[in-house]
C-alpha cells in the first residue's frame, strides 16, 4: 500500500527534479507524476535554480553530484528564493556530505539507491506537514503536536498559550511566532526561516519548558501518527542537531549570547527559562 499524497481540492502540487543521471531522473519523475504533481526537471544546477525561480515548487529533489554549481550551492541559491521543501537525493554516502546539505537548506535526504516508494513516503510525510493558508505556503491545516513530551519542570515558562491553535500566537524574550501568517519575528524583525525550521521553532514555543526529545520532533516533523513506536534513525536526529543549529544561528543564539533553545543534554530541546 502506497502512502497517500493528496492534494487539496483545486491545488496542484509542483515539483522540480535537479538530477543528471537520466535513468534516475526519469524514476523521481515517475514518482512524482504518479502521486499527481506537475513535474518540471534540469540536468544541471543552473538549469535547475531558474526552474524553481519559474515554476514555484511544492518539493525540489536535489542531487549533491551536479555539473557545474554543486547541490550545496544550489540549495543556497534556491533557499535564498524559495522556502520550498528540499529533499537531497545523493549517492553520497559520507554523514559529513549529508549534515553539509542540510546546513545549506534542504530539509531531508535520501541515498541512492532508493526504492520508490521509500521517496513517495518522504514526500507524503512532507506533505502531512501542518500548513496555514499564506502567500509561500500551500494550504494545509494547524498544528497537531505529537509524541509524549518529558515530565514539565518547575521553570518559569515561556509566555504562550496553554494549547495550540490556528490563532495562537506564541511569544517568548522578544520572539513572536504566528502560524497564522507562519511568521517568526525577533524584536520585530522578520525571520527568514525555512518550513522546517519554522516547524520545529513553533512546537519548541508552542510546548513552553517542556523538552521535546530528537526522536519527537523527527516524528513531528514527519507528522508521523505512530508515535513512539515508529522507528527514528541516528542520521534523522543528527538532521534534526542540523536544523536546530541553523535556527540558532538565525535568533543570533552564539557563545554567551541571550539563549532561547536550550539543549537538554542526553535528551533534548525546550525554549529557555524567562530570565
Not at 513535474?39 to 526552474?51: I, N, P
Not at 554543486?70 to 549517492?91: N, Q, T
Not at 554516502?93 to 549534515?99: K, R, S, V
Not at 501568517?181 to 525550521?197: I, K, P, Q, V, Y
Request: hydrophobic share 40%.
Amino acid at each position: 500500500m502506497h502512502p497517500s499524497i493528496d492534494a487539496p481540492s483545486g491545488h496542484r502540487h509542483v515539483a522540480v527534479v535537479i538530477e543528471d543521471d537520466p535513468d534516475i531522473r526519469d524514476l523521481i519523475i515517475t514518482v512524482f507524476q504518479k502521486s499527481g504533481f506537475t513535474v518540471e526537471s534540469a540536468a544541471d544546477g543552473e538549469a535547475g535554480v531558474e526552474s524553481v525561480r519559474q515554476h514555484e515548487p511544492t518539493v525540489v529533489t536535489l542531487d549533491l553530484g551536479l555539473p557545474g554549481i554543486d547541490g550545496f550551492e544550489v540549495a543556497r541559491r534556491i533557499r535564498a528564493l524559495s522556502d520550498c521543501y528540499i529533499i537531497i537525493v545523493s549517492a553520497q554516502t559520507d554523514e559529513a556530505e549529508t549534515l553539509m546539505g542540510l546546513a545549506a537548506g534542504a530539509d531531508d535526504f535520501i541515498t541512492k539507491p532508493f526504492r520508490p516508494r521509500e521517496l513517495r513516503a518522504r514526500i507524503a510525510a512532507m506533505l502531512r506537514r501542518p500548513r496555514i493558508n499564506s502567500p509561500a505556503t500551500p494550504p494545509g491545516g494547524a498544528a497537531v503536536l505529537t509524541g509524549a513530551p518529558a515530565p514539565q519542570p518547575t521553570e518559569a515558562a515561556p509566555r504562550v498559550p496553554t494549547a495550540a491553535s490556528s490563532s495562537a500566537v506564541f511569544s517568548h524574550k522578544g520572539l513572536v511566532v504566528d502560524p497564522a501568517t507562519r511568521s517568526a519575528r525577533l524584536n520585530d524583525d522578520l525571520l527568514s526561516l525555512t518550513r522546517t525550521e519554522f516547524d520545529l521553532l513553533e512546537t519548541l514555543m508552542s510546548s513552553g519548558r517542556r523538552v521535546r526529545t530528537k526522536a519527537n520532533l523527527v516524528r513531528h516533523l514527519r507528522a508521523d501518527h505512530h508515535g513512539a513506536d515508529s522507528y527514528v534513525s541516528d542520521a534523522d536526529e543528527r538532521a534534526v542537531e542540523v536544523h536546530i543549529a541553523n535556527l540558532r544561528r538565525k535568533l543570533g543564539q552564539t557563545g554567551k549570547s541571550q539563549v532561547w533553545i536550550e539543549t537538554i543534554r542526553g535528551v533534548g530541546y525546550r525554549m529557555s527559562a524567562d530570565q
